[in-house]
């Protein structure tokens, strides 16, 4: 650290902002009252060496009851940001994501050998009626003809796939914002603490699976996932990256606030 005497934390960063618009804005339910900073980095926080702010660090994990629903909403908007064309509805999808995973790997291989442009991104989720998964694939690229696409999917032990075109709610300044975290683009069990772990559960560990030239930046060029994140984060809270972070331990910051990161 530089010799900057850093002040006990009090700002909200951009993804306090984010979890908070998750509870008020669109309903769904975040962490609980006594959940209020990542529990797995209690004591630890993040200096910015030229601003003097400083913020709570976070894990970062998945599976976290803090970090886990925030990551879900970042990963929503990097969907949203990447500009699929075509959502596809798998239906007959196993609980284990390594029975459903190979089946998925055949179908896009076998769309890619007959010279398909085919990138995407997915994730499963439980039926509604507690009657099995489905799967929510987010796909760009060429246009696959959906007699084709069905009759795939129906070889390698999924049922008959329902096809649309991807329209982003809102328009583009509302897609940019935080009303379409975890809302228009599936992750809504992942952005929820009390449904976070079956979310994992059917899907590896993972909030999502994807191919590698699926994610984009602001600019539209191929990422991957953690950038297409920070991506999203620039266009909806303007953050910029130019701000060096130091990582220390200042367990009695704990009891000045709480704050959250």
């Known amino acids: 650290m530089t010799g900057r005497q850093a002040a006990p934390p009090g700002a909200a960063s951009s993804l306090a902002l984010l979890r908070r618009s998750v509870g008020e804005e669109s309903g769904v339910e975040g962490v609980g009252p006594d959940v209020d900073r990542c ?37 929503a908007g990097a969907i949203g940001l990447a500009a699929p064309e075509r959502m596809v509805r798998l239906s007959l999808v196993r609980e284990r994501w390594r029975d459903t995973s190979w089946r998925l790997r055949n179908v896009v291989e076998d769309i890619r050998a007959e010279g398909y442009r085919f990138e995407y991104c997915v994730h499963v989720e439980p ?37 649309r075109k991807f329209v982003r709610r ?12 975890g809302i228009d683009y599936g992750l809504k069990l992942a952005s929820r603490q009390d449904s976070l772990d079956s979310y994992l559960g059917v899907n590896g560990g993972r909030l999502c699976h994807h191919s590698r030239r699926f994610f984009a930046d602001e600019s539209g060029s191929s990422c991957g996932l953690g950038e297409g994140r920070k991506a999203w984060r ?28």
């Open 39 to 75: 529990p797995r980095r209690l004591g630890w926080f993040l200096v910015g060496q030229s601003t003097g702010q400083v913020v709570a660090a976070r894990c970062g994990a998945a599976f976290c009851v803090w970090c886990g629903p925030a990551k879900a909403q970042e990963v």
């Open 170 to 181: 809102g328009g583009p300044k509302v897609a940019y914002g935080l009303k379409l975290a």
């Open 127 to 163: 039926n509604p009626a507690g009657t099995g998964h489905h799967a929510h694939m987010y796909q760009k690229g060429d246009y696959v003809p959906q007699a084709y696409l069905q009759e795939r999917s129906q070889a390698h032990g999924f049922g008959i796939p329902d096809i």
């Open 234 to 261: 620039r266009l909806a809270f303007g953050e910029q990256e130019a701000e060096t972070w130091v990582l220390t331990y200042r367990a009695e910051w704990e009891e000045v606030s709480r704050p959250v990161v």
